[in-house]
């Protein structure tokens, strides 16, 4: 999750609405999903059933590629990396061995390299 001083309240509450999107998708048994705020670094990583438990830290430059990396190098290395962001942001040279979305929020959010799939978050 892009915690980085581009991303407004507005933009972080969409965030925060899309992780609470996961977590329904992925059901209410416990099952947990791992957040990682980031701006250039990642600040904290939470490991949530809720959007209350999400711990948010940053607010400096972007490097999104800094939470990828991160959330590959995860001993439980996930199948899947979302990142919520407001896409102004380096993205990796090459497609990570996972799959990879971009759920971009705000109108003028631009696009990503075209190997990555993208959503746009809008109100």
């Known amino acids: ?6 991303m407004g309240d507005d933009e972080l509450a ?11 998708e992925v059901g209410v048994r416990g ?12 600040h904290a990583v939470s490991r949530v059933t809720s959007t209350e438990q ?22 439980d290395r996930p199948g899947i990396v979302i990142v919520l ?10 497609t990570p061995s996972c799959r ?6 705000g109108a003028g959010a631009p696009r990503p390299p075209a190997w990555v799939e993208t959503v746009r978050v809008t109100d």
């Open 1 to 6: 999750m892009d915690t980085s001083g581009s």
């Open 31 to 42: 099952n947990r999903v791992t957040v990682l705020a980031c701006d250039a670094d990642v």
């Open 14 to 24: 969409a965030a925060l609405g899309e992780v609470t999107g996961v977590l329904r």
């Open 54 to 75: 999400v711990t948010l830290g940053g607010g400096g430059g972007t490097d999104m590629r800094v939470g990828i990396d991160a959330a590959l190098a995860a001993r």
């Open 100 to 105: 990879l979305i971009a759920a971009l929020i």
């Open 85 to 94: 962001t407001d896409g102004f942001t380096p993205w990796p040279a090459e």
